[in-house]
């Protein structure tokens, strides 16, 4: 998403191409609103077929039962729906870089950094620094920490998708919360389990956490149209 969002205004614009798109009978809020419109929903249709796909693989690779894969099958929209938020999210940013600079090596390491912090590193500080009296909870900084909104917000969703006999209740390993496929239960693929780890959570609200992150992607695709509207196209 990061990848593909990008280049939509900066590759355009080292090409040359953007002065053809900006002399279109459309509005340059309509181009940007149009370019992550369309990522999203063909991120969206290829994730929902993929998903398909591998619940199919998973019921005849691994043998799972039928009802593990209707399991499986009405978890999917609760999966779909939360990636719709972080594409959202991702492809916002992404798309707002690419208006403010055609250099597309600088979008793709600040994209790269922002990815390893909100999967990678985020997670790891909120594990080290979840005590009580840590700096982190103390001064309150998973209100500004994107990888714990992103991770609380699963939550929400989760709520959701584990309700089938494939993801039964939660398990704790290594202090992250996951999604597991408990042995002896419908849908235990091999006792190794499905795992999500999100860390810590519950100091706010998932459904907060939601909406900070399209609070985020708003205003990204705000601040992208207005900085399309002042671009100097030549």
Known sequence: VAANAAGF???EE?????LLLSSKPVSRRQIVLGKLAALIVRTVLLEAV??????????????LEEDALVALLKAMPWVVLYSLLII?????????????TRNLIAIMVIMSCLITFCFLLGPMIRFMMQN?????????????DPSYHIHNSFVLFQEHAVGGSLV?????????????AMP???GNLGGSGLMYPIGPVGYVSPAV??????????????????????????
């Open 209 to 234: 956490s939601a909406i900070v992150l399209l609070a985020v992607a708003l205003g990204a695709t705000s601040l992208a149209m207005w900085a399309m509207q002042r671009k100097e196209i030549y």
């Open 50 to 63: 993929l998903l398909t796909l591998v619940a199919v693989l998973f019921r005849f690779a691994l043998g």
């Open 132 to 144: 009580a009296g840590s700096p982190y909870v103390e001064h309150h900084l998973y209100c500004i």
């Open 9 to 11: 205004v900066a590759k």
């Open 14 to 18: 080292s090409d040359g191409t953007l």
């Open 184 to 186: 002896g239960e419908a």
């Open 168 to 180: 039964p209740q939660y398990a704790w390993s290594f202090g992250s919360q996951g999604i597991v």
């Open 88 to 100: 959202a999210f991702f492809g916002a940013i992404s798309l707002a870089l690419s208006v403010l």
